[in-house]
Structures are given as structure tokens and as C-alpha cells.
């Protein structure tokens, strides 16, 4: 097997073009053996095995540099590059990340696992090249659905005016995670139709040299068009054309399916754990806000390329129709045209990923909450419930959200909660809102919940003293843990369900003040700057005790959820220990 002996590209430059093409035949079989097992992004990196080889063959890594955007296309990537074994051999499938990762390889620059970064990354790499009188390659690999990202457009309007050698390898295969939105793709389309003639060129309006390679799975046309990319004095675009999922016919067939997949049958296709589609808060949103659509026209569902966060799947997309938005991956423009509705009487809703909503924080504090702009965002994976790559967790939106001035951010504990939040928000048009989704797991309490959400007030769901403990969102379970082992105990606990981040409950508060020695925050995210830590500022001038349990400030890496709420002392034993030892 020639991949198994690869232990660095440099021995890629002594093979044929026909060792090569087998070479890149065992790499998809690697590919499909371990995705199938594991999991994984699947289409993007079944598409891009030719152009990584021949990428490899013409360069000179890690003295050029490769920077691939957003990195989950970097498997094959990372098979050239000394960590074969994590894809052949499934003892050590988890040896490697799913993203670029310096700490594994010299081969990989930087840690990533967002979009549209890789051009502006690379022209920072090329002009310190430059600067430092170095002599080597800056390749930035982008795919044509990263395009659309606003970082991505401000790096080629740059690397228009950028004396400088840098290649820019544009992977188009006419799809982001679902189909692409925008404009600049009509574009694109006709670059591909014409196989790179057309008038209409966004990369030579920029002012790049450009290059276009129809075969983009070929590997000797990639070669022959990186070499001559390679003697370019100025930027370059290689607009090459791929296919995304190529090799498997499933992924072929059903491209955003297959865009990440969770473990499956390799001759059917079939996930291996399949989920009631009717039991996740993603499709809970999507069912409901269908239903809502259907009575009033005013109501508009936004993504940024993500659609399927909320549950909208194509049948979905085309039953909402033009009540459904998708502004390709630019998650900037989707919040501030969100206000923009708001402000002309629609009522927007946009649903994001803690993890990317990270990007618009100007949006939010200056379109939406400046404005009071009544926009509903809806924060779903906001929790270190939900596991992820270090690139994708969602542990800091409270900080983030909860002290911007007129934002409501809104905590649900249940299903109950959750819904009734959002056709409070779809319906008033006083306050900018956002709902953190809780944690991972789908919960139904069985409660009423409250209708209306103007006024801040907790609530109590259960009266005792001494101690109270307020539990928030998707760690009000913990909350509920704590009073249980409290009360095995002989201490009947309070136990509050708080539901507003943002805000205080002044009142409940203080009636906390006279029979209650300590009072405990949960919350799911970090510390600092936080819901405890406004709580703790409340009770500062008093004698009241308060332990505030969340999350230490940090980027966790390869966690697992046991391990960290055991390191954050957000276990309900550690919990009830902690408060014992103050009330003794």
C-alpha cells in the first residue's frame, strides 16, 4: 500500500503520475473506511484528494505554506503529511483532529475551523515573507462556497493591489454545506461554462492573475496548472472544478447530506444511528416556525449556510419559500438585514451557532441592539454539552451577548420554555431577543410556561432556605440534582430557574437576602463576565455567600463532557460537597 509508506510529501515528488492516481484511489478508500466507522466531513474531502496530491507534488511543504479554509477538507492533507496511521489504521481514528492543527504537524500553520479566513491568513504569511527576505510559496485553498464570506471578498480586494507572489486555489464544486446563495455564483457558473473565458470574472475585477482548470480531479492538469502558478510574481487565482463527494455515489447524489456525516452502512449508505426526526430543539424550531409562517407572511427565517441548524431541511426550504433566507456563508450581512426587516415590520428569525455568531458581535451591538431592532436570534450549540472540535466551541456567548445594552438574552430550560420564548419574540416589537437553546439533549418538562418575557422575573420552582441555587438553562437539571442530594441531607434547598441572562431579578433577589446563607449560579459557559459573576456583584455589600460553577476561561481541547464538568468542580456531588463545607 503506497499510502501506508508516506511518511512526508517530499516522496510524492519521485512518483508517477500512475503511482500518484493510485495513491489518490487509496486515500479515498482510507477516507470512506474510517468516515464510515467514525464520522466526519465526507463530501468536501472526498472532492479534494487529486488536488492535495498534485498540491503536494508541485510544492514544498512545510517550507511553502498551505493554508486550507476552514481545514475540514485537510484529511487528505494530513495523509501526506506523516499522519497516514490515524486514517488506516482505527486504533487511532481519534489521533488526529478534524481541523488543521499545528500542534500535530509543522505541515499545518494554523489552528482553524471557521470560514473565508485562508486568503487574508496567507497574504499575512507572503508579506512577512517578504519583509524577512524568505523565498517560498503561500498557497491559500478556499472553496467557492467560503467565497461568499465578507473576509474572504476584503482578502481578494487586497491581494488585488499585494506586490507579491501568492496562489489562491479556488476548490469549486457549486456547493457551500447546503447550495450556494449569492450573486457572485451566477458568476462563477458562467467561469465553469466557459470553462474560464467568461467576460464576467470577479477575480480579474479584483485585479488577479487567473488561471481555470476544468478537470479539477485530474491530477496531471493540476500539476501542470500549480507549476505554472508556481513562476506567477504576483497573486493568482487557480479556479479549479471539482466534485463534491466524489468516488461514493450516495454523496454524489445527495451533496449537503453528505457534506459531514455521522458513522454508516459504506454499501447502502445508511446512517448507523439514525434519530426520531421530531426530537431535536433544530427540528422542533423548523416544524414550528413552518406552521407560524403559514399564518402570518411577516415571518422570515435567516441563515448563513447553515440551514439545517434549525432544522430546515430542502423540503422544508421549499415549503417556507420566500420566507426562508439563506445569505451563503456571511453571517454579518444575515444579522444586519435581520434588522432591517425588523425596522420595515417583518419579523425575523435567525438561527446560528454559537460558534459563528461570534463573527457578527458588531451586527448585534450596533444594527440590532443600537437600533432596538426587534430581531429574534436563536443560539443554538451554546453549550459545552454539545462536544466539539476547540474550533467550535460555543461556551461564550453569555459574556458576549448578555452585556450588550437593550438585548434580552433568554435561558429555557425545556421545550415548554423554549417555544413559548419564541412566539413571545416573533410577536413583540419592543426588544431585540436572543434564546439560548439548552445543551444537547431534548427535554420535555411538562410545565406551563410562562407567555409573556418583557419583565424580568425567575422563577421559583421549588421554596426552601439556607440555600438557594439558581440554575440556568441547560444546567438546570444539575440544579435540580443538587436540591436532591441536598435534601438526602436534611436541607431543603431553593431552587430558581432563571431564564433571563441579561437581566436581574432585583426582587427575588433580595427576598433571598434573610434566610439564605449561600447562593449558588449555574450556568454553561464561562465565568468571567457571566451570569454568576453579575449575581455574586448583587449580594457583594452582604453577607451572603455566593459560589458561582461554570466554565474557566479557556479554548477546552479534546474534552470529554465527563471530564470537564469533573475539572469545573459542575458535578452535583462536588456541588453539595462544596456547600456543605460552607454551611459547617
Avoid at 485530474?218 to 510574481?233: N, P, Q
Wanted: glycine content about 8%; charged content about 25%.
Amino acid at each position: 500500500m503506497i499510502l501506508e509508506s508516506i511518511k512526508h510529501p517530499r516522496q510524492l515528488k519521485e512518483m508517477s503520475l500512475e503511482a500518484l492516481s493510485t495513491l489518490a484511489s487509496e486515500m479515498r478508500e482510507a477516507l470512506l473506511k474510517k468516515l464510515s466507522a467514525h464520522g466526519g466531513h465526507f463530501g468536501s474531502n472526498f472532492g479534494i484528494v487529486e488536488a492535495t496530491v498534485a498540491l503536494h507534488y508541485t510544492f514544498d511543504s512545510p517550507k511553502d505554506k498551505i493554508i486550507f479554509d476552514v481545514s475540514h477538507q485537510s484529511y487528505c492533507h494530513k495523509m501526506l503529511t506523516g499522519r497516514a496511521l490515524a486514517f488506516t489504521d482505527e486504533s487511532k481514528y481519534d489521533d488526529v483532529s478534524g481541523y488543521s492543527a499545528p500542534y500535530e504537524s509543522e505541515h499545518d500553520m494554523f489552528t482553524m475551523g471557521h470560514t473565508s479566513t485562508s486568503v487574508s491568513l496567507a497574504l499575512g504569511l507572503a508579506k512577512a515573507r517578504d519583509l524577512t527576505g524568505k523565498d517560498n510559496h503561500v498557497i491559500a485553498v478556499i472553496g467557492d462556497g467560503s467565497l461568499s464570506g465578507g473576509e474572504a471578498l476584503e482578502a481578494l480586494n487586497y491581494a488585488g493591489e499585494f506586490d507579491g507572489r501568492l496562489i489562491i486555489l479556488v476548490n469549486d464544486n457549486d456547493m457551500s454545506i447546503a447550495e450556494n446563495h449569492g450573486g457572485m455564483y451566477l458568476g462563477l457558473k458562467e467561469l465553469r461554462d466557459t470553462k474560464g473565458k467568461a467576460q464576467n470574472n470577479i477575480f480579474k475585477a479584483f485585479g488577479l492573475e487567473y488561471m481555470y482548470v476544468d478537470e479539477g480531479n485530474d491530477i496531471g492538469a493540476l500539476i501542470e496548472a500549480l507549476s505554472i502558478a508556481k513562476t506567477c510574481s504576483r497573486p493568482v487565482v487557480v479556479h479549479i472544478r471539482t466534485k463534491k463527494g466524489m468516488g461514493y455515489a450516495p454523496a454524489e447524489i445527495e451533496r449537503e447530506s453528505w457534506h459531514a456525516t455521522a458513522p454508516f452502512d459504506i454499501k447502502t449508505g445508511e446512517r448507523l444511528f439514525s434519530k426520531n426526526s421530531d426530537i431535536s430543539y433544530a427540528n422542533l424550531t423548523a416544524l414550528h416556525l413552518l406552521e407560524r409562517m403559514k399564518a402570518d407572511k411577516t415571518i422570515v427565517s435567516l441563515t448563513a449556510a447553515t440551514p439545517t441548524v434549525a432544522g430546515f431541511t430542502k423540503d422544508r426550504r421549499d415549503i417556507a419559500g420566500k420566507q426562508f433566507i439563506d445569505v451563503g456563508i456571511a453571517e454579518e450581512n444575515a444579522l444586519a438585514m435581520a434588522s432591517g426587516i425588523a425596522k420595515a415590520g417583518g419579523k425575523p428569525v435567525w438561527a446560528v451557532n454559537s460558534t459563528f455568531l461570534q463573527r457578527t458581535y458588531d451586527q448585534m451591538s450596533h444594527d440590532v441592539c443600537l437600533n432596538s431592532s426587534p430581531v429574534t436570534t436563536v443560539v443554538f450549540a451554546s453549550s459545552i454539552l454539545c462536544g466539539s472540535d476547540v474550533t467550535h466551541i460555543g461556551i461564550y456567548d453569555i459574556p458576549m451577548l448578555s452585556n450588550i445594552p437593550n438585548l434580552k438574552y433568554l435561558a429555557p430550560t425545556c421545550k415548554e420554555e423554549y417555544l413559548a420564548m419564541l412566539d413571545w419574540s416573533i410577536d413583540q416589537d419592543k426588544y431585540p431577543v436572543a434564546i439560548k437553546v439548552p445543551g444537547k439533549d431534548f427535554t420535555e418538562s411538562g410545565r406551563v410556561a410562562r407567555a409573556d418575557y418583557s419583565k424580568c422575573e425567575y422563577e421559583i420552582v421549588s421554596a426552601g432556605s439556607e440555600v438557594a441555587i439558581l440554575a440556568l438553562g441547560a444546567f438546570f437539571p444539575i440544579g435540580e440534582t443538587v436540591c436532591e442530594e441536598l435534601l438526602a441531607r436534611g436541607i431543603k434547598a431553593t431552587l430558581i430557574n432563571p431564564m433571563f441572562i441579561s437581566e436581574l431579578d432585583t426582587r427575588t433577589l433580595e427576598k433571598l437576602r434573610p434566610n439564605h446563607k449561600v447562593v449558588i449560579t449555574l450556568e454553561d459557559g464561562i465565568l468571567d463576565g457571566g451570569f454568576g459573576e453579575r449575581i455574586a456583584r448583587f449580594y457583594g455589600n452582604s453577607d451572603t455567600r455566593v459560589l458561582c460553577y461554570g466554565l474557566k476561561k479557556e479554548f477546552p481541547f479534546k474534552y470529554t463532557i465527563e471530564g470537564i464538568l469533573k475539572e469545573n468542580r459542575l458535578t452535583a456531588p462536588q456541588i453539595t460537597e462544596d456547600i456543605e463545607a460552607i454551611l459547617k
